[in-house]
Nanobody, 125 residues
Framework: QVQLQESGPGLVKPSQTLSLTCTDS??????????WSWIRQPPGKGLEWMGF???????YYTPSLKTRTSISRDTSKNQFTLQLTSVNPEDTAVYYC?????????????????WGQGTQVTVSS
């Protein structure tokens, strides 16, 4: 059973790097056919899929954030991590880690069955 939990700072200063970690206390993140994503929701807006790391370790990012986003993993801790560089106030959002199973990846947030509870990140000086 997948159980996801986000962790990281709630406040980041502009131009700094945001780093969030998602821990899965259930299924191994290397289990075949799993995709692990970061999704965010700015205040008053809809969900935005940011990117994924597959069970194979391959990654893909949404084009609008590609130059600033990196997703990596630590298989020994069953964790995957989001790094978002050069943050600005528009990056203020609730950040979720999420997981899904399937033979192909998906950027559609409704395709994700497993979700963390979300963590608020505010970008402010």
């Amino acid at each position: 059973q997948v159980q996801l939990q986000e962790s990281g700072p709630g406040l980041v200063k502009p131009s700094q790097t945001l780093s969030l970690t998602c821990t899965d206390s259930g299924t191994s993140i290397t289990t075949d056919y799993y995709y692990w994503s970061w999704i965010r929701q700015p205040p008053g807006k809809g969900l935005e899929w940011m990117g994924f790391i597959a069970s194979s370790g391959s990654t893909y990012y949404t084009p609008s954030l590609k130059t600033r986003t990196s997703i990596s993993r630590d298989t020994s801790k069953n964790q995957f991590t989001l790094q978002l560089t050069s943050v600005n106030p528009e990056d203020t959002a609730v950040y979720y880690c999420a997981g899904r199973t399937g033979r192909t990846p998906s950027p559609q947030t409704y395709d994700y069955r497993y979700w963390g509870q979300g963590t608020q990140v505010t970008v402010s000086s």
